[in-house]
């Protein structure tokens, strides 16, 4: 079954971008290549459960296997050495970054404490916006009672454009809530 968003970028948003930013080509229109789910977590190296834990509830949100991350290099200040585990990430793509997404606007994001839209300069001079989400629960596949640790997840959505604006009217008109100027 095709995901909701994807049939609406193919039926409704991709024509009507292309149309309002004046593209000859149908190839030339923004479009959503991956999501980026990431978990830095300082205290995986002391604490393993911990870690495995994060591992298990990044899971259960993306529907993938996270992949561990390890440090490059060592910092003696954070007590960091070469190879040790920091944190875990999925990419997403396909069917599974649209219905991630989905998700996220719809049912995470309205769940985040006196949330007043996303922050409209998350974007990176090069069309992929970044956001980051304080806490985990805000996504309904984690149980509240079952978490040991909140953690923050930071989230970059990639898009094949190059342009910030692009960039911006295909969020919107996927239906991301971006925070208003007067607020």
């Known amino acids: 079954m095709v995901p909701r968003l994807k049939s609406k970028y193919e ?29 830095g977590m300082g205290e995986a190296h002391t604490n393993p459960k911990a870690m495995e834990a994060c591992l298990a509830e990044i899971g259960q949100i993306t529907g993938q296997r996270p992949v561990k991350t390890f440090a490059k290099k060592s910092i003696a200040g954070f007590k960091v050495r070469e190879g040790m585990v920091l944190g875990c990430k999925v990419t997403l793509r396909g069917h599974h970054m649209y219905e991630f997404l989905d998700r996220f606007i719809n049912v995470a994001l309205p769940r985040v404490r006196d949330f007043r839209g996303v922050n409209p300069k998350g974007f990176d ?13 805000i996504f309904p596949e984690i149980h509240f009672d079952k978490i040991n640790t909140i953690y923050g997840i930071n989230i970059t959505f990639v898009t094949n454009t190059e342009v910030d604006k692009e960039a911006f009217e295909l969020f919107q008109a996927f239906g991301m809530p971006y925070r208003t100027a007067g607020k």
């Open 11 to 39: 039926a409704e948003i991709r024509p009507t971008l292309q149309k309002s930013l004046g593209f000859q080509s149908v190839m030339r229109v923004p479009k959503l290549e991956k999501i980026v789910i990431n978990v």
């Open 125 to 137: 001079g090069r069309g992929n916006y970044n956001l980051s989400v304080k806490e985990q629960i």
